[in-house]
């Protein structure tokens, strides 16, 4: 007969399994790559598509061109228009649809939505409205409790991760023991996740870098070069950590990667589309072409500006980046303008 004390032991190291059976709810670019990288992880997956021609392509050809022309999805990954029939026997769920549509899919989801498994995070933004995280969003809508929400954010531009190019992510989560397990489901030969307990620092790094992302492009989009660029983002993680110390996260966060990590790959890439939609802006184009330029895909900063702005002034926190931005995409001011403007504020020391 063991010891009391050691049987408690035992139980407090036996870790929580590893999700097997994967349902991604969502087939745009990030939901499709990350179902591979959960595939090549050596899960089972299905994937939920919203357009039926979209889920025969996955199951059929294994492709998803729309999103991904060069991806060949691994063999096993299938994927449906029938949210019963994807979360059917799932034992984590991943939730990859763009956030400001987050409540309104997790509402339709709701009557077959397994609550009781890990529900995992991957969108990037803060919803219009309400000023919520996204975790705050599946929080409410679920009724599911904070420690069950993951969190996975980082340098992950989706192209480069479905051509297999080697990138690192965080993966967050309150319950600790719950991000562990998430990181053995989804650890592979080119996608390395690391843990985090800090899902507020992380949400808010995520969506932040994206609203930093479309100033780096307008900058591009105005011509300017590398010093321009390096400034946006480091003044862009001054004002996204200030925002985030106020709100509780851990100030650390904000140097891994998603923050540093996050802002420097989507800041610099052409393949972000933020920072295309930044740069189409920078050179002379509407919010509306822009938009049509995107063809369909979400450059979720454009909205997200406008929330993580109300969100810092309900906090009395300065982010004149996001500011700017919220002015350039939704008021119509001229990015050239906006420049004079963040010359001209009051001068400060660089922590202040
Ligand atoms: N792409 C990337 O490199 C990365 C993206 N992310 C984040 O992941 C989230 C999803 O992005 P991503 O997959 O790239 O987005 P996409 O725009 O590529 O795809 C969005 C997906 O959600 C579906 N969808 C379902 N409901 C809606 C709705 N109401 N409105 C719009 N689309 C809907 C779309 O269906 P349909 O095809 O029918 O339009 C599509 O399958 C975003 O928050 C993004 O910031 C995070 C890391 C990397
Ligand atoms: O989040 C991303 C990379 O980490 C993707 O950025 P974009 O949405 O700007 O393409």
Same mark, same amino acid.
């Given at each position: 007969?063991?010891?009391?004390?050691?049987?408690?032991?035992?139980?407090?190291?036996?870790?929580?399994?590893?999700?097997?059976?994967?349902?991604?709810?969502?087939? *745009?670019?990030?939901?499709?790559?990350?179902?591979?990288?959960?595939?090549?992880?050596? $899960?089972?997956?299905?994937?939920?598509?919203?357009?039926?021609?979209?889920? @025969?392509?996955?199951?059929?050809?294994?492709?998803?061109?729309?999103?991904?022309?060069?991806?060949?999805?691994?063999?096993?990954?299938?994927?449906?228009?029938?949210?019963?029939?994807?979360?059917?026997?799932?034992?984590?769920?991943?939730?990859?649809?763009?956030?400001?549509?987050?409540?309104?899919?997790?509402?339709?989801?709701?009557?077959?939505?397994?609550?009781?498994?890990?529900?995992?995070?991957?969108?990037?933004?803060?919803?219009?409205?309400?000023?919520?995280?996204?975790? @705050?969003?599946?929080? @409410?809508?679920?009724?599911?409790?904070?420690?069950?929400?993951?969190?996975?954010?980082?340098?992950?531009?989706?192209?480069?991760?479905?051509?297999?190019?080697?990138?690192?992510?965080?993966?967050?989560?309150?319950?600790?023991? $719950?991000?562990?397990?998430?990181?053995?489901?989804?650890? %592979?030969?080119?996608?390395?996740?690391?843990?985090?307990?800090?899902?507020?620092?992380?949400?808010?790094?995520?969506?932040?870098?994206?609203?930093?992302?479309?100033?780096?492009?307008? +900058?591009? *989009?105005?011509?300017? *070069?590398?010093?321009?660029?390096?400034?946006?983002?480091? $003044?862009?993680?001054?004002?996204? +950590?200030?925002?985030?110390?106020?709100?509780? +996260?851990?100030?650390?966060?904000?140097?891994?990667?998603?923050?540093?990590?996050?802002?420097?790959?989507?800041?610099?890439?052409?393949?972000? $589309?933020?920072?295309?939609?930044?740069?189409?802006?920078?050179?002379?184009?509407?919010?509306?072409?822009?938009?049509?330029?995107?063809? %369909?895909?979400?450059?979720? *900063?454009?909205?997200?500006?406008?929330?993580?702005?109300?969100?810092?002034?309900?906090?009395?926190?300065?982010?004149?980046?996001?500011?700017?931005?919220?002015?350039?995409?939704?008021?119509?001011?001229?990015?050239?303008?906006?420049?004079?403007?963040?010359?001209?504020?009051?001068?400060?020391?660089?922590? %202040?």
């Amino acid at each position: 007969m063991p010891e009391p004390g050691a049987r408690q032991e035992t139980q407090q190291e036996m870790p929580l399994p590893t999700p097997q059976r994967i349902t991604v709810l969502g087939a *745009g670019s990030w939901g499709t790559t990350f179902a591979k990288v959960l595939a090549d992880a050596g $899960r089972d997956v299905t994937i939920w598509a919203r357009r039926t021609e979209v889920a @025969e392509e996955i199951t059929e050809k294994r492709t998803n061109t729309s999103y991904l022309p060069d991806l060949v999805l691994p063999e096993g990954v299938r994927a449906t228009t029938d949210a019963a029939t994807a979360l059917a026997d799932a034992e984590a769920v991943v939730l990859a649809v763009p956030s400001q549509s987050l409540r309104a899919n997790l509402t339709s989801w709701l009557p077959v939505l397994p609550t009781d498994v890990p529900l995992v995070s991957l969108a990037k933004g803060v919803e219009l409205g309400t000023m919520k995280r996204m975790s @705050e969003v599946i929080v @409410e809508v679920t009724g599911v409790s904070p420690e069950q929400v993951v969190v996975v954010s980082g340098p992950n531009l989706a192209v480069e991760v479905a051509a297999e190019q080697p990138a690192a992510a965080v993966v967050a989560c309150t319950d600790h023991d $719950r991000a562990v397990a998430i990181q053995r489901a989804i650890s %592979g030969p080119y996608f390395r996740p690391y843990t985090n307990v800090d899902v507020v620092g992380c949400e808010l790094a995520g969506a932040c870098k994206n609203v930093i992302a479309l100033s780096c492009g307008m +900058a591009a *989009g105005l011509g300017y *070069g590398a010093n321009t660029v390096a400034s946006l983002i480091t $003044r862009g993680l001054a004002e996204m +950590a200030r925002l985030g110390g106020k709100l509780g +996260a851990d100030p650390l966060t904000f140097a891994g990667l998603a923050g540093v990590g996050d802002l420097v790959a989507t800041c610099s890439s052409p393949l972000s $589309r933020n920072r295309t939609f930044g740069e189409r802006l920078g050179k002379g184009e509407t919010v509306a072409q822009a938009q049509d330029a995107t063809g %369909g895909q979400v450059a979720e *900063g454009v909205k997200s500006c406008s929330s993580i702005r109300e969100l810092a002034r309900a906090h009395g926190v300065d982010m004149p980046l996001t500011d700017a931005m919220h002015r350039v995409c939704h008021e119509g001011v001229p990015p050239r303008k906006l420049v004079a403007e963040l010359f001209d504020r009051a001068k400060k020391s660089e922590w %202040g």
